[in-house]
C-alpha cells in the first residue's frame, strides 16, 4: 500500500536510533525519555510508557488468555491428525476459548490452537478496547505535518521517538536458544497437524517465514504453509505474488543453482505472529510493524547456521535452505476457501538446525469452511489498515469483507460520491492497493449504507443497479486459491457500482427517496402503543 503512512514508515525503516531524522530530530534514548514524559499529553490512543506492558512471548500471552477465561487445557490425549481440527472446529464456531492440548497423540510438544479465534482475544493481543484505538495511533501518524513553529517540532518529537522505538532490536542470545540442535532432529517430533481427510499429508500453519531480499537485503516475514516431506524436508508454499516468492525469484535470475536461506519461527507473542500475514508493502519489515503494534520492539536473536535473524523469544526455530533449483509437488491442503486446494510445484525448504525453548509449544490454526480463526485476522487487517486507505482514498467511508468472501472474494466499499465515475475509480484503486488487488468482487455503494449490515448492503445494492451499466470486469492477477479462475494466478474481476446514478453519469431519471415513518407519527404510536395491548416494545 503505497500511502503515506507506509511511505512515512519506510522512511523511518531505514533508520536507527541516532540517526537524524529529517536533519531535526535524534531518534535517541533521551529522545525516548522525552517522548515518555510528553506521553501524557500526545494524543494518540494510551501512549505507552516507559514500563511497556507489551507481551514478551507466547507463553506470557497465554497466562493472560488464562487469567481471561479465554484459554482451555485439555488433558487427554487427542489425535493432530484430524481430530485437533474437529474439536476445534466446534469450539471456534460456539465461540469458545483458545486451546492448549497438553498431550497431543505422538508427541511430547503441547500444542497451543484458536489463540486468536475471537474479537475479545485479538483486542487482548492488541492490549484495546476497540480497534479505534490502533486506527487512532495510525491516524496520529498520518496527520503529521511539516511542522510550522517550535511548538509543533516539539510536539512531534513524541511521536517521532516513538516510531524510533519500534525498530527490531539485535539481542544476542533468547530463550528460542535453550535448545539447540544441529544434529539428531525430526519434524516429527512436534504434533503438526493434518487437518482434513484429503490434505496431502501434516502442514506447518502457523510458521513465520523469515527471508531477504537478495538486492536490497530487506527482511521479509511471510506465514507461508509448510507440507512436511519428511523428518528434514517440508515444502514452501509462497504463492507468487508474495514477498517470500519474490525474493526466491530474485535469487534463482542471479544463480539458477544456488539456495536462499529460510529460517522459520514458530510460536511467540501474538502480534509478531500476526505481522506475519499483514498484507505491507515489499522491503517493509514486519517485525517492525509488530513493534508499531505493541508498542516495544521485537528483539531479534541471530539464527545458528545462517545469516537471517528470528524473533528471539519463539518457541520453536527451524533453520535452513530452499534450494533454487527444487521444486516439488505441493498439497492437497483443505484451505480457508472451504475447499481443498489443487496441488501445484513448490520450492522445498531444507531444515539444517532446530532450536527451541527447553519446553517448546507448538501454535498451530487451521483453516478451512468460513468463519475460522483466520476470519478474526482478516477483520483486525481491515480494521488497522482502514485508515490508511482512507488517507490515500478519503472518499472511502468504510469498508468490509464478510467471513463467507474468505477475503479476497468480496470488499463492500462505501464512499462519499462527489463527482461522476468515482465508484469505478475506487474498483479500480482497489485492485491496485497490494494484495487488495486479488478482490474478485468489489461492491461500492454510497456512504450512508452500513457496509457492516450485509443485509442492508445486499438489499439497497441490488436496488440501485442496471446491471448491464452499473457492472465492470477487469483482467488481472487473482488469488492462487481461487479455483474457478481460468488459469491459476490470473483471471478477471468485477465491480459493481451501486451509488446512486447521477446525470452526470448519464442517468436522468429522478431517484427515489428511501421509505422511512416521519418523526411526529412515530412519537404519537409511542404514546399511544401501550393502549394498543400489543408486543412489548
Ligand atoms: C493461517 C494462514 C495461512 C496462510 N498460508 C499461506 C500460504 O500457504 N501461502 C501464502 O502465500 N500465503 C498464506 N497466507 C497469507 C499470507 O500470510 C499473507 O498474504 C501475507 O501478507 C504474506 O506476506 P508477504 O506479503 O510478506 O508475502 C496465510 C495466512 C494465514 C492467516
Ligand atoms: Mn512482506
Excluded at 531444515?351 to 476470519?375: A, K, M, N, S, W
Excluded at 468490509?400 to 468472501?405: D, H, R, S, T, Y
Amino acid at each position: 500500500m503505497a500511502s503515506r503512512i507506509v511511505h512515512l514508515i519506510s522512511k523511518f525503516a531505514n533508520l536507527k536510533p541516532g540517526h537524524a531524522v529529517r536533519g531535526e530530530v535524534r531518534v535517541t534514548a533521551a529522545a525516548r525519555k522525552f517522548r515518555a514524559t510528553l506521553c501524557g499529553c500526545w494524543d494518540g490512543a494510551r501512549g505507552k510508557q516507559e514500563d511497556s506492558v507489551a507481551y514478551k512471548d507466547l507463553r506470557e500471552f497465554m497466562a493472560r488468555l488464562e487469567k481471561a477465561g479465554e484459554l482451555r487445557r485439555i488433558s487427554a490425549e487427542v489425535d493432530p491428525v484430524l481430530e485437533i481440527t474437529e474439536i476445534t472446529q466446534r469450539v471456534t464456531r460456539a465461540g469458545g476459548p483458545a486451546l492448549l492440548f497438553e498431550h497431543p497423540k505422538g508427541s511430547r510438544v503441547p500444542l497451543l490452537i484458536n489463540m486468536l479465534g475471537s474479537e475479545r482475544r485479538m483486542h487482548l493481543a492488541l492490549e484495546i478496547e476497540s480497534y479505534e484505538e490502533v486506527a487512532q495511533r495510525i491516524r496520529g501518524f498520518l496527520d503529521m505535518q511539516a511542522p510550522q513553529g517550535l511548538l509543533d517540532k516539539l510536539k512531534m518529537l513524541p511521536k517521532l521517538a516513538e516510531l524510533g522505538a519500534f525498530f527490531p532490536k539485535s539481542v544476542k542470545s533468547g530463550p528460542c536458544k535453550e535448545v539447540i540442535r544441529r544434529d539428531g532432529f525430526s519434524l516429527a517430533e512436534f504434533p503438526i497437524l493434518q487437518c482434513w481427510p484429503q490434505d496431502a499429508g501434516r502442514f506447518i500453519t502457523w510458521p513465520l517465514v523469515i527471508t531477504r531480499n537478495p538486492e536490497t537485503g530487506k527482511r521479509n516475514v511471510g506465514v507461508y504453509r509448510m507440507q512436511v516431506f519428511d523428518e528434514r524436508t517440508t515444502a514452501m508454499h509462497w504463492q507468487t505474488q508474495k514477498h517470500g516468492a519474490e525474493h526466491f525469484r530474485r535469487a534463482r535470475a542471479a544463480n539458477p543453482q544456488g539456495r536462499v536461506e529460510v529460517a522459520v519461527a514458530i510460536g511467540a507473542e501474538p502480534l509478531t505472529c500476526l505481522a506475519g500475514i499483514l498484507p505491507i508493502p515489499p522491503d517493509l519489515d514486519e517485525m517492525m510493524f509488530a513493534g508499531f503494534l505493541r508498542r516495544d520492539p521485537v528483539e531479534m536473536v541471530r539464527c545458528e547456521t545462517c545469516e537471517l535473524e528470528v524473533p528471539a523469544h519463539a518457541e520453536i526455530v527451524l533453520e535452513g535452505y530452499v534450494n533454487l533449483s527444487e521444486l516439488r509437488t505441493e498439497g492437497p491442503f483443505g484451505d480457508h476457501t472451504g475447499f481443498y486446494s489443487l496441488e501445484g510445484q513448490y520450492p522445498v525448504f531444507h531444515v539444517t538446525c532446530v532450536t527451541h525453548r527447553r519446553d517448546p509449544i507448538y501454535l498451530t490454526t487451521v483453516v478451512g469452511p468460513p468463519p475460522q480463526e483466520d476470519f478474526y485476522m482478516g477483520h483486525a487487517v481491515e480494521r488497522i489498515f482502514l485508515p490508511v486507505m482512507k488517507m490515500q482514498f478519503p472518499e472511502i467511508v468504510d469498508v468490509a469483507l464478510p467471513a463467507e468472501g474468505i477475503f479476497h472474494n468480496l470488499m463492500i466499499v462505501a464512499i462519499r460520491k462527489s463527482y461522476p465515475g468515482q465508484a469505478r475509480k475506487i474498483m479500480n484503486a482497489i485492485w491496485s492497493l497490494g494484495q487488495a488487488m486479488f478482490t474478485k468482487v468489489v461492491v461500492v455503494v454510497d456512504h450512508d449504507v452500513n457496509v457492516q449490515d450485509f443485509r442492508e448492503v445486499a438489499w439497497k445494492a441490488l436496488c440501485a443497479i442496471d446491471p448491464e451499466r452499473d457492472v465492470q470486469f477487469v483482467l488481472g492477477p487473482v488469488d492462487t486459491l481461487d479455483h474457478a479462475a481460468r488459469r491459476q494466478d490470473f483471471g478477471s474481476k468485477m465491480g459493481i457500482d451501486a451509488t446512486r446514478k447521477w446525470p452526470g453519469e448519464g442517468f436522468e431519471r429522478p431517484w427515489p427517496d428511501e421509505i422511512v415513518m416521519d418523526q411526529a407519527t412515530r412519537e404519537r404510536v409511542d404514546g399511544l402503543w401501550k393502549q394498543l395491548g400489543l408486543a412489548k416494545r
